[in-house]
């Protein structure tokens, strides 16, 4: 399965971390690799048509919500408590700085009465072929109304716009079907993702 057309305006080239010292994806065990890729060479400065959204920038503001594109306002405590919340291990704040750091694109929700994050995706890669999407999740609370599916429209779509038509993640096998309306496919024309491990394999 291709993924095909795109939405939404290239990013720049860094983002944007607040300067202040903040206080105090999933176990690799059972994912899968499942990529998306589009199926035309585009250059960097290739531009698209928009692809229909699930849920508008708009009506997102009229439910109370802000649509962010940068880590500038995030709170690395809450979404720490996020992660963690969905199953992830508790991160050290620092390397999740030094993460969104080193992050080509991100898309994040924000609750605005309370102000904090309540769905994250981000992005890695090359920033001309290939992507990987990390760290996609929903706080609970708030899971079920498109918030999920609201972040990866976007962020997929930010980076076909930037000409980026290699894009993959990792999945556990209970929510493939979550991204596979998105474009996503599981092992595409036979090709297996492997994730280098330091377990040694026990001798007969």
């Keep these: 399965m291709l993924l095909r057309g795109t939405a939404g305006t290239p990013l720049p080239s860094s983002l944007h971390l607040p300067t202040a010292t903040t206080s105090r994806h999933h176990p690799h065990s059972h994912s899968l690799s499942i990529s998306a890729s589009s199926s035309s060479t585009t250059s960097s400065s290739a531009t ?3 692809t229909p959204l699930s849920i508008s ?23 720490n408590a ?3 919340a969905v199953g992830f291990p508790r991160r050290d704040p620092g390397k999740i700085r030094v993460a969104l750091e080193h992050t080509d694109a991100l898309v994040w929700v924000q609750q605005r009465r309370t ?5 994250f995706a981000r992005a890695t890669g090359d920033g ?10 929903v706080d609970p609370s708030f899971q079920g109304i498109g ?8 962020l997929v779509d930010d980076l076909l716009a930037r000409g980026i038509n290699n894009i993959a ?11 596979r309306p998105l474009g996503f496919v599981a092992d595409p024309d036979g090709i297996r993702g492997m994730v280098y491990s330091r377990k040694q394999k026990k001798k007969k």
């Design 115 to 119: 102000e904090k994050p309540v769905a």
């Design 57 to 79: 920038d708009a009506e997102l503001e009229s439910r109370g919500f802000a649509l962010h594109r940068d880590a500038a306002s995030l709170d690395l405590d809450r979404l």
């Design 48 to 50: 698209f048509p928009a």
């Design 169 to 179: 993640l990792y999945s556990e096998p209970r929510v493939l079907g979550f991204y």
């Design 147 to 154: 918030l999920g599916k609201a972040v990866m429209e976007r």
């Design 128 to 137: 001309v072929f290939n992507a990987i999407i990390w760290d996609v999740v």
């Design 82 to 84: 996020v992660f963690v």
